[in-house]
């Protein structure tokens, strides 16, 4: 089966450094084939015939903090959910210079939709659920004064891990590249 993993807070300010050549090899070290990294914020798409994704994660957590001494989150998702997610994003939700778009991928826990009942949205926020995410998206304008600020240091932004809809997109991509060659195997 084809995988993402999302490594939550990697990279960023700075702090919790992680080189993707060597995370790289912490996957292939487990068994997982067909590894590929995709920037460096923590997006590595990988094969393996496991199916239990909490199991995975756990595995690539734990194999994290043998090898780079840092207790990282870890959200695994299989294609056939990044597809999901990419079928239900409207194609004029896009992240430019007028318009940002993020998906909020949800660990178990928050995963319901009853979660937007607890985002204090604003106006400017537009938000879908859908199993497994939030699809947020606010005009550049208005970003400052969208409800995503209020969300750093609350107990649901502990358990989501956002990716730009860009990202998301070309992750889907390469999945579907990798899907598709395992199809014609």
């Not at 080189?19 to 914020?41: A, H, P, Q």
């Not at 595995?59 to 299989?78: M, P």
């Not at 358990?159 to 390469?174: E, G």
């Amino acid at each position: 089966m084809i995988y993402v993993a999302l490594l939550r807070g990697i990279n960023v300010g700075g702090n919790n450094k992680v080189d993707m050549k060597k995370l790289k090899i912490t996957f292939e070290s487990l068994g997982f084939t067909r590894v590929e990294t995709y920037i460096n914020s923590g997006n590595i798409i990988f094969e393996t015939d496991k199916q239990n994704q909490n199991t995975i994660a756990n595995e690539i957590e734990t194999a994290i903090k043998s090898d780079f001494e840092l207790a990282i989150k870890v959200l695994v998702r299989d294609f056939t959910s990044i597809k999901h997610i990419c079928e239900k994003l409207p194609n004029t939700w896009v992240k430019n210079e007028f318009m940002r778009t993020d998906i909020m991928f949800l660990w178990k826990n928050m995963d319901n939709p009853q979660i937007i009942e607890q985002l204090q949205l604003k106006p400017v926020d537009n938000v879908t659920y859908i199993s497994g995410a939030l699809l947020w998206n606010v005009a550049d304008k208005d970003y400052d004064n969208s409800a995503l600020f209020k969300l750093v240091g609350t107990k649901i932004y502990k358990y989501i891990t956002i990716r730009n809809v860009n990202t998301v997109r070309k992750l889907y991509q390469l999945m579907l590249d990798k899907k598709q060659q395992t199809d014609l195997q």
